[in-house]
Every structure is written in structure tokens, then in C-alpha cells.
């Protein structure tokens, strides 16, 4: 069946960075929108950015804006996630997603966690 795993998360002090791997089998990767998304305890799961099919770039999170960089290497079947100057408050589970409508699948996320 599909899958989608991430990796890349941890612990990391404020102000480290830290890059997110997201590696898709059993679809056709290059043509879904990829997706990161998060989830802080007690919060919704909120689109942090996206990368189209062609590789057209959007930060959606205004807190990230700046900070984080997402991009995705069609050959390797993977999106990344680069972090940089991380806070806080970017402590979260962090989701990989893809979507080419009517299907969409999901990771099963990695944690970060960024505190001193």
C-alpha cells in the first residue's frame, strides 16, 4: 500500500535548525501535491507549506514565513522540510501529506520538539 515516512525530527535548542525528509512508495510521487502540516498538543493540525507537482512553492503558516523552505526531489520520490531558527512554539507533530485528488494519504509524522 502507499506510504509516506518521515524523518528528521528531534530535539533541537531555539534558534537550530532542523531538515524534515518525507519519502512516498507505491504512487506516482511527481504527479501529487506534497504537503508539511503540524500538530501542537492541544491544537488543530494546521498547513505549515506546500510544493505542487511542478515544484511551485507556498508557505502557508505566517509564523514560518522566512524561517522554513520547502522543496522536493521527484528522482528520490521525497519532500523536505528545512527549519530554520526554530522557537517554541514550532514544537509540534509534524505531517507529511499527498494529494492529487480524490486521493490523499498521510504520513505518520515525526516529532520536534525545540526547547532549551
Known amino acids: 500500500q502507499v506510504q509516506l515516512v518521515e524523518s528528521g525530527g528531534g530535539l533541537v535548542q531555539p534558534g537550530g535548525s532542523l531538515k524534515l525528509s518525507c519519502v512516498g512508495s507505491?504512487?506516482?510521487?511527481?504527479?501529487?501535491?506534497m504537503s508539511w502540516y503540524r500538530q501542537a498538543p492541544g491544537k488543530e493540525r494546521e498547513l505549515v507549506a506546500f510544493?505542487?507537482?511542478?515544484?511551485?512553492?507556498?508557505i502557508f503558516a505566517d509564523s514560518v514565513k522566512g524561517r522554513f523552505t520547502i522543496s522536493r526531489d521527484n528522482a528520490k520520490n521525497t519532500v523536505y522540510l528545512q527549519m530554520n531558527s526554530l522557537k517554541p512554539e514550532d514544537t509540534a507533530v509534524y505531517y507529511c501529506n499527498a494529494r492529487r485528488l480524490p486521493a490523499m494519504y498521510w504520513g505518520q509524522g515525526t516529532q520536534v520538539t525545540v526547547s532549551s
Open positions: 507505491r504512487f506516482t510521487f511527481s504527479s501529487y501535491a
Open positions: 510544493i505542487g507537482s511542478s515544484g511551485e512553492a507556498r
